[in-house]
């Protein structure tokens, strides 16, 4: 099933879609972000696993919240993840 | 006309009497009993791996109570965002600039810590070095990051309009290579701080930041606590300007640690010298610049590309690359406009951050090449800006750019024509002239810069204004005064707002156990933002007294008002009450109350897309116009700049002291970037690290310098103020080029213009004089 991937900022690490085996919004985030140091496989099993403070994540333009079932919400072939990811400095 | 009773006086600053007398607190003047001090090892390789690091000898130096190296934080990495979290609070597998740090020393006091500092044994594995940013970009070059194979920190590509036709079809289309030179932002007081890990599990910071609550959650992340056991302090900051003190820095982490580890409060105090070899620096750009105009000189497209050196990690940089380029479009009018932005790692010191973060660089060159433009046109400079410049949206509308940038008041014209009026610019022809071997030239600017920046992720700010029982007033605010005077202007807006004067009120600066989240001082935010903060937290306790006063008089709330510390009916105003005595009915009548107002900034933000270079980064912009008049010795290539006059629209100075004060502190400080700073870098080596030969201006080398403001009353800020004195940072390096262009008929397009250079080109161009009687 493909994802596509929408960031605020190109980031060589993150993909512009991947392809996930189980469609859970869990199993495409995690995809998204395997080729970065942001969280491990560890944290997405954690059953405390929480992104706040570094993603503000949206599925079909909808914000994350929005969905019931969170990071377990079903995925469908085609859907964009939008991963604003949260600065934290300024200068 | 506005009846302010406090906006817009000239009031001394609310922490003049402290730092004038040798009072004012700092990081370093904090001490606690059982004190241990922190001394950093540093790398004598620009780029290297860390095979090994032996402590043994160290830890058992007399004196040394613990040795901090990287595998103490457990892999910890901060970054300004999730996907650049690349930097350790020590080196861990290897070191990438010189004299990174690589470990720590806790001791019984400095010499002791600073002796043990030789004894760490760091195996190295010397490896190849690249420091020119075009020569990092090219394949084959040292890699200085895995996780960035090419070296790329940055990249960014924008494209509005269309560029290429416009170039097309512009009458002239001129290119350049600019550059901006190697500079940093030169603070007196050098990072410090104090901290202690409690038995309990608390830490308290009492450190020199401008940017507290970064600091607040990067000590949590890495010590894994609650937010709610960290405490930072913030005592009198002596400068910040952005870069290193809104950042987390090595000494911050060891002093931690070691705290930690000993139970013993811990202190560090960088010297100069590793300020000036180590600390964040503004980024050495060089900009490819193509600008096409029309006939008339009406600006069609612009092309840049940039090109950042950016050191060894990647820090703030995203948003440095970000403000490179979006604010292009402003101040004139651009319908097309394309960027292609690269950030190099290289192995020197990190680039980051600084006053007129970003828009320095591309702001430059922009100027200067619509005076090479308007020259070649034989169109007046002056004329051109004007023309160019975007006019100063009616009230209710607003201006956007190609790029979506959108204001609502511009006093560009108006500044520039102040300028154009001023006897400095007025008076060229007769000021322009040689003496003896000097030739007089004036030049002129026309600037912007973004106020209230607005990010995602942590932009919300606080205030509360508590109302004590005697009618004195309390002030809580978590926004950093490092010496810009926002303590003042934010305790005037207080006063303000709730209708008592200025010195009724009492400000309580940052403490993170106390105050309200606030971001810190950055992108020109403080007033705006943490303003309006304090306006809403004002008008809540105000509404609360007028409350209880309309309960004593037996009227309606609406019926009364607060201004000069008097309650009074508006329709009878001789039945009226001091603030004090209404601060007693209202806290002690019946069972008492307490009266406190909160509020919070609720500007909002409109995403920014760094990828495609859209969103509104600020929530309004000031417009600077400059004038430079200076001399240059066609012998020497000395230059005496004699005069600035500087028309900056900063909205309405909320007082006006302070608004001069930084439009001057601001405009030195370009100065000594347009002509004198620049560090001598030899393979990664500063070859300058003292201010002895770090060559910064001296109160001998200030000008004469005149602020007009420009008073465009804008909707969105505290009482119309808008950002002051960044502005006039930027718009002082391309004045002053200007004004050399002027004097010697010759461009200048790499920062600092020096003697040496100027002889060099003087020679070239067969107007070297010297050998001349004079």
């Not at chain 2, 309009?161 to 097309?168: E, L, Q």
């Not at chain 2, 106390?514 to 950055?522: A, L, R």
Request: net charge negative; glycine share 10%; with cysteine.
């Amino acid at each position: 099933m493909k994802i596509n991937i929408a960031t605020n900022i190109n980031s060589p690490d993150i993909p512009s879609f991947v392809n996930i085996e189980k469609n859970t919004l869990r199993e495409a985030l995690k995809a998204a972000l395997a080729n970065t140091t942001v969280f491990t496989d560890e944290d997405f099993m954690d059953k405390n696993f929480s992104f706040e403070d570094a993603i503000e994540l949206e599925l079909n333009g909808k914000p994350y919240y929005s969905y019931e079932k969170g990071l377990e919400t079903e995925l469908n072939d085609g859907d964009t993840l939008k991963l604003s990811l949260i600065f934290l400095g300024g200068g | 006309m506005n009846d302010f009773s406090v906006i817009g006086q000239r009031v001394p600053k609310i922490d003049s009497k402290e730092k004038v007398m040798g009072k004012a607190m700092y990081a370093a003047d904090y001490s606690l009993p059982d004190m241990l001090w922190a001394k950093t090892v540093r790398s004598p390789y620009v780029h290297a791996k860390i095979l090994n690091i032996d402590t043994s000898k160290a830890e058992k130096h007399p004196g040394v109570k613990a040795v901090i190296t990287a595998k103490d934080f457990g892999g910890w990495h901060f970054g300004f965002m999730p996907t650049t979290r690349d930097e350790h609070p020590l080196a861990l597998d290897k070191v990438r600039y010189l004299h990174e740090a690589v470990a720590g020393i806790i001791a019984v006091d400095e010499e002791t810590a600073e002796e043990a500092c030789s004894l760490v044994k760091v195996d190295y594995e010397e490896l190849p070095a690249i420091f020119d940013p075009e020569e990092a970009m090219k394949p084959g070059a040292p890699i200085i990051h895995d996780y960035r194979p090419n070296n790329m920190s940055v990249e960014y590509h924008w494209d509005f309009g269309d560029v290429d036709k416009a170039f097309d079809e512009s009458y002239l289309v001129h290119e350049d290579r600019f550059e901006t030179g190697k500079v940093i932002v030169g603070f007196l007081e050098p990072p410090a701080s104090l901290a202690y890990y409690d038995p309990s599990g608390h830490i308290t910071v009492w450190a020199a930041k401008q940017s507290p609550y970064f600091h607040y959650r990067h000590i949590a992340d890495c010590f894994k606590l609650p937010l709610s056991k960290v405490r930072v302090v913030q005592p009198f900051i002596g400068g910040g300007f952005g870069g290193t003190k809104n950042d987390t820095i090595a000494g911050d982490m060891i002093a931690i640690m070691g705290s930690k580890k000993t139970g013993k409060p811990v202190k560090f105090i960088y010297s100069q010298e590793e300020v000036l070899t180590t600390c964040r620096r503004r980024h050495n750009m060089i900009v490819y610049s193509k600008m096409g105009v029309t006939k008339e000189g009406l600006l069609t497209g612009v092309y840049h590309k940039v090109v950042a050196n950016g050191g060894a990690y990647t820090a703030i940089s995203p948003l440095s690359m970000y403000l490179a380029s979006f604010m292009t479009t402003l101040p004139y009018k651009l319908p097309n406009f394309r960027y292609d932005g690269y950030r190099v790692f290289t192995n020197n010191p990190v680039s980051a951050a600084m006053r007129g973060h970003g828009v320095t660089h591309t702001r430059f060159a922009c100027e200067l090449q619509m005076d090479m433009i308007a020259e070649k046109l034989g169109i007046d400079p002056v004329e051109m800006r004007m023309k160019n410049a975007i006019d100063n949206p009616k009230r209710g509308e607003s201006y956007t750019t190609v790029n979506g940038v959108s204001l609502k008041t511009c006093g560009m014209k108006e500044a520039i024509q102040t300028v154009v009026e001023d006897e400095l610019w007025a008076n060229k022809k007769s000021i322009e002239k040689i003496e003896g071997t000097k030739s007089w030239g004036v030049g002129i600017s026309g600037t912007s810069y973004l106020g209230g920046a607005r990010q995602l992720g942590h932009q919300s700010c606080g205030a509360i204004v508590r109302i004590c029982e005697d009618g004195s007033v309390n002030y809580l605010t978590g926004a950093s005064d490092c010496g810009q005077g926002s303590d003042t202007g934010l305790s005037m807006v207080v006063a303000e707002a709730l209708g008592v004067r200025y010195e009724d009120i009492d400000i309580k600066r940052v403490d993170t156990a106390y105050t309200p989240v606030d971001p810190g001082s950055y992108g020109s935010r403080v007033a705006v933002l943490a303003g309006q903060a304090a306006i809403h937290a004002a008008q809540d306790a105000k509404k609360q007294l007028i409350a209880a006063a309309a309960k004593a008089w037996n009227v309606k709330p609406d019926e009364i008002e607060i201004k000069d510390a008097v309650c009074f009916m508006k329709n009878k105003p001789e039945q009226n009450m001091s603030f004090n005595k209404l601060a007693k009915i209202a806290c002690y009548e019946g069972s008492g109350a307490v009266i406190i107002g909160t509020g919070y900034s609720g500007y909002g933000i409109e995403k920014l897309d760094f990828s495609k270079g859209t969103g509104n980064g600020g929530i309004s912009y000031s417009f600077t116009s400059q004038s430079v008049k200076l001399g240059v010795d066609m012998e020497t290539g000395k230059i005496d700049v004699s005069d600035f006059t500087i028309a900056h629209d900063c909205g309405r100075p909320l007082n006006p002291v302070i608004c001069e004060g930084q439009n001057e502190g601001g405009a030195v400080q370009a100065l000594g970037q347009a002509i004198y700073e620049e560090f001598v870098m030899d393979q990664g080596h500063t070859r300058n690290s003292s201010f002895l030969d770090y060559k910064m201006p001296r109160s001998t080398d200030i000008p004469n310098i005149k602020v007009i403001d420009i008073i465009t009353d804008d909707p969105d800020g505290p009482y119309g103020a808008k950002e002051v004195s960044e502005g006039s940072h930027v718009s002082t390096p391309p004045a002053v080029v200007s004004a050399i262009h002027a004097a010697t008929g010759i461009w200048f397009k790499e920062l600092p213009v020096t003697p040496e250079k100027i002889v060099k080109a003087l020679k070239k161009e067969g107007k070297w004089m010297g050998g001349a009687k004079k």
